[in-house]
T-cell receptor
Framework: NAGVTQTPKFQVLKTGQSMTLQCAQDMNHEYMSWYRQDPGMGLRLIHYSVGAGITDQGEVPNGYNVSRSTTEDFPLRLLSAAPSQTSVYFC??????????????FGPGTRLTVL | QQQVKQSPQSLIVQKGGIPIINCAYENTAFDYFPWYQQFPGKGPALLIAIRPDVSEKKEGRFTISFNKSAKQFSLHIMDSQPGDSATYFCAASTSGTYKYIFGTGTRLKVLA
């Protein structure tokens, strides 16, 4: 099992550009999520999905879109990048999203810089 | 709005020491409190977790102490080793919400 994979590892964008961060998991997990990690802020939930076709907003969803067409993939789209979106982005997955019993597995992260 | 406060921001201990990282929460609906360990360039990984019905949980050299009345929980690392040098995050969640709230992280360095 590859676990949770993320591409690209690094990305530099100019303000206003759009891009998609890719996330895939091969553990047949129903629950997937996206976090951003900023110095002194910990990890903050952007969007999450409890299954194919179902997504919901987290703590900081503005400026980001998601969709879940398959169980395996959960891409994160930046529609018009802003310098405030410079961050390290982590994708995570768990069996069913039950925060009390399911272990959440994180990908290796994507470091995004917006100039 | 920060609902889980973590301290200290950084910590340096000698090998064999017992670093203690503290977290405090406000939301009494939280019922699951995990700790994550993150090495540089890697994603966080679950280390140990506790529910409020117990006051302490041990897994190997890692112990969580939980004080429900004070709304605080702590991570203790016994006989710390240089390989424990990492960033540690506490988190909290409420069953059924699918959401975790993370603390701001503690960067631990264990000197050889």
């Amino acid at each position: 099992n590859a676990g949770v994979t993320q591409t690209p590892k690094f990305q530099v964008l100019k303000t206003g550009q759009s891009m998609t961060l890719q996330c895939a998991q091969d553990m047949n997990h129903e629950y997937m999520s996206w976090y951003r990690q900023d110095p002194g802020m910990g990890l903050r939930l952007i969007h999450y999905s409890v299954g194919a076709g179902i997504t919901d907003q987290g703590e900081v969803p503005n400026g980001y879109n998601v969709s879940r067409s398959t169980t395996e993939d959960f891409p994160l789209r930046l529609l018009s990048a802003a310098p405030s979106q410079t961050s390290v982005y982590f994708c995570a997955s768990s069996l069913a999203g039950n925060t009390g019993t399911d272990t959440q597995y994180f990908g290796p992260g994507t470091r995004l810089t917006v100039l | 709005q920060q609902q889980v406060k973590q301290s200290p921001q950084s910590l340096i201990v000698q090998k064999g020491g017992i670093p203690i990282i503290n977290c405090a929460y406000e939301n009494t609906a939280f019922d699951y409190f995990p700790w994550y360990q993150q090495f540089p360039g890697k994603g966080p990984a679950l280390l140990i977790a506790i529910r409020p019905d117990v006051s302490e949980k041990k897994e190997g050299r890692f112990t969580i102490s939980f004080n429900k009345s004070a709304k605080q929980f702590s991570l203790h690392i016994m006989d710390s080793q240089p390989g424990d040098s990492a960033t540690y995050f506490c988190a909290a969640s409420t069953s059924g919400t699918y959401k975790y709230i993370f603390g701001t992280g503690t960067r631990l360095k264990v000197l050889a």
